[in-house]
């Protein structure tokens, strides 16, 4: 997957969005939150992760703990080659970074966004 792919499939997820920041960044949000960012080449992509995620990928062949974010005791994961994630592990781990932050949003913020 490339750059442009990868940023069609984070549009294809439910009322996502899409600005370009920090650089250059192409940055993915629901309800105003953060679920991805994506840049390079070589592409780099960054997303949340779970707690147990965290833990496996965080020393896996490919990914790191996202930079700012980790240092900080934020559980989100850089994806920096496909030697740990192929596209479809990739594709799955934004599938529930979207679906982590959506979660996280007000009730009343998902229902106003039909999620």
């Keep these: ?45 960054t997303f949340k992760v779970s707690p147990m995620a965290y833990e496996i990928l965080s020393d896996a062949p490919g990914c790191i703990p996202a930079p700012y974010m980790a240092s900080r005791g934020i559980k989100w994961i850089q994806r920096i080659g496909p030697e740990t994630l192929d596209d479809a592990g990739l594709r799955d781990h934004l599938t529930e970074s979207h679906r982590l932050v959506t979660a996280g949003l007000t009730k009343k913020l998902r229902a106003e966004l039909g999620l």
């Design 1 to 45: 997957m490339d750059i442009a792919e990868c940023n069609a499939f984070c549009a294809g997820l439910p009322r996502a969005t899409h600005v370009v920041q920090w650089g250059g960044a192409d940055v993915w949000k629901v309800g105003g939150k953060l679920f991805a960012a994506i840049w390079g080449p070589p592409m780099r992509v």
